[in-house]
């Protein structure tokens, strides 16, 4: 083997292990991304089925039902215009409360239940994720302005 196919054998072996260690390293990124989602996004099935992900809101008022195993508590999270059910077995933040901000982490399945790995409860009683936030002023400003629509359609069927 001379100097020059050498020099290309070894230039190809670097490419392959570069190749190798930033095909491994983008593996591994897209593994661990996670992203968020509102509950009407949820409902609407703009989120992945069997793939971790966010899902903020409010813990819907009179939703939270503990089952019989004292650990595993079923409650909606509600973004004002969707509510999706969420399962979690564990204990839950001490500020976990109905009419709070909430952030969960997991997975969906194909029945609509979001089952739960983590709960993020806020912190303080100014504090919502902003993800969340945003998320239900989006839904206020939905809710808005289908109020304002249908109170148009009214009036103007009124006047005819």
Known sequence: MDAKSKKLALIGA???AVGA???LALNAFNENLVFFFSPTQVVAKEAPTGRTFR???VVEPGSVKRQADGVTVVFHVTDTAQAVPVQYTGILPDLFSEGQ???VQGKLDDQGLFTASEVLAKHDE???PPEAAQALEDAHKAGVKKAQEEAAAKAAAAKS
């Open 21 to 23: 260690g930033v095909t």
């Open 55 to 57: 899902l903020g809101g």
């Open 14 to 16: 670097a490419v392959v």
């Open 126 to 128: 100014n504090y919502m």
């Open 101 to 103: 901000g909430v952030v």
